[in-house]
């Protein structure tokens, strides 16, 4: 280490570089507790639903690759089958006001009817801290938890990163994967992937 | 539609009263042409006047973007994802990979991407097989898939065509498209030279990359070549040693099994960018004999390269 640098500021800097890194969600690590405001008008919070599996999706209207899952029906499946099954399913929106994907309480709700989207409830995060928690990087990324809390899956939707539509028949669906497989029992054996998209959209994203 | 010859000529002196000029002057050329794609065009571009059996020719897909906009490395980072090509190629013809120049650091402090802004081409080494027969052009066709972003993204399509010339001497440069391929080859990262040696060694949350260059470096940056090993926004502390340098490169949450390699791009200067491929817990050499553009894992079956 170099002399003359005061050793107060050292741990500072260090300090500032690696707190958000050390709260951060990571797969076989607690998932961090939030509160946040659903677009229905309840206020969730995660250890409420301790017991239960919970999926986090990244979402943004805006985004080209969730229009595909959204457009092709196949988020809405997801949500369909995995409620269906006892699931809770949180859409967490990230975007900051003013960015792409940003939506009021009325319009999210409007956009879960028009898409007859199905998910527990769609959380409202617009000023990004539900998403550093979890170091939410796309939409659609996608978190998995287990009923004892912890995050079991962190990664992208399926293996098929792009925009098309076409792609999504033939995709191996991760989020399926690590529920089906945890369900039965077994080891999940993709726990992580490359969560791909668009770029969450929180305040610091320039403009 | 945006000629070639407009865009070198602009690059000299980029006066609007030659638009017409340049018009007149590109009709005649006529070979390719830029296709549109949201905030960008593309146009396929030769580096030779003709091709000849047996030879490898160069060919580029030049991307010029609107100011502000960028299309992705073939690592894209955080997000985003990098242009897809599809060739549908003359019979005798094998496509090789894309070499993919230096990126930029695109982005925001918790989300990082790689890519390219302005105007980028991508050069794609065309092999002629020794038998070719053919005394008629060969017509080359890609379709190209490209997600376009500024802060938005916007998924663009094009199909791209060139015709060249077949002819038994041996090819020559095609003045019209000389600077851009210069500019592209002048931004490819090089092999390492053979005296440099690197390891790497894992710690708990991170890597620690040295590098002994036989002189000090203060400044590097490291552009991972394989994507959720390294953490793309985390900062990359470097701190200088008499041979070179340490680099803490901190691991990226989606990496949660051991690695026997990082690959990737070290830039240490504006025109000093090297591939480098490091074996954990080995210091060794850096490189493992792959050269520029052939990158890992880009086998090319049936000329689809993704």
Known sequence: ?207 | MVCLMRKIMCKAKCLSSIGLFTFIACAPFGQAASSPIPHATVELIAENQWIAAGYTVNLGLHFQLEKGWHIYWINPGDSGEPPRVKWQLPTGFTAGAIEWPVPRRLGTSSIVDFGYEDGVTLIVPMHADAHLAAQQPAQFAAQISVLVCREVCIPGKAQVSLTIPVRLQSPKTDSRTEELFATARKSLPRPVPVSWKFGLAEEKGSFLLTASLGHQVNHALFYPLVESQVDNAAPQTLRPTASGFQMTLRKSDQLIKPIERLKGVLVLSADQAFLIDVQVGKSDAGTNGYSVGTYPAKSLAKGEQK
């Open chain 1, 1 to 207: 280490m170099k002399r003359g640098i005061p050793l107060t500021m050292l741990i500072g800097l260090g300090l500032c570089a690696f707190l958000p890194a050390m709260w951060a969600a990571k797969v076989g690590e607690a998932a961090p507790d939030f509160t946040a405001a659903a677009s229905n008008g309840k206020t969730i919070r995660l250890s409420d639903y301790r017991g239960k599996y919970v999926v986090l999706e990244w979402h943004n209207n805006g985004c080209p690759y969730v229009g595909k899952h959204y457009k092709s029906g196949n988020m809405q499946r997801l949500q369909k089958e995995w409620t269906g099954r006892g699931v809770a399913w949180f859409t967490v929106i990230s975007s900051a006001p003013g960015k792409q994907g940003y939506v009021t309480a009325s319009e999210e709700n409007d956009y879960l009817a028009k898409m007859q989207a199905a998910p527990t409830a769609a959380l409202l995060d617009p000023d990004g801290a539900i998403g550093h928690l979890y170091t939410a990087k796309t939409s659609p990324h996608m978190i998995v938890i287990n009923p004892q809390g912890v995050v079991i899956y962190d990664g992208a939707i399926d293996d098929k990163p792009t925009t098309d539509l076409s792609d999504i028949p033939g995709a191996t669906n991760y989020v399926n994967l690590a529920l089906e497989e945890t369900m039965a029992g077994k080891q999940i054996e993709t726990p992580t992937t490359r969560p791909y998209g668009c770029s969450v959209k929180y305040s610091d994203a320039k403009h």
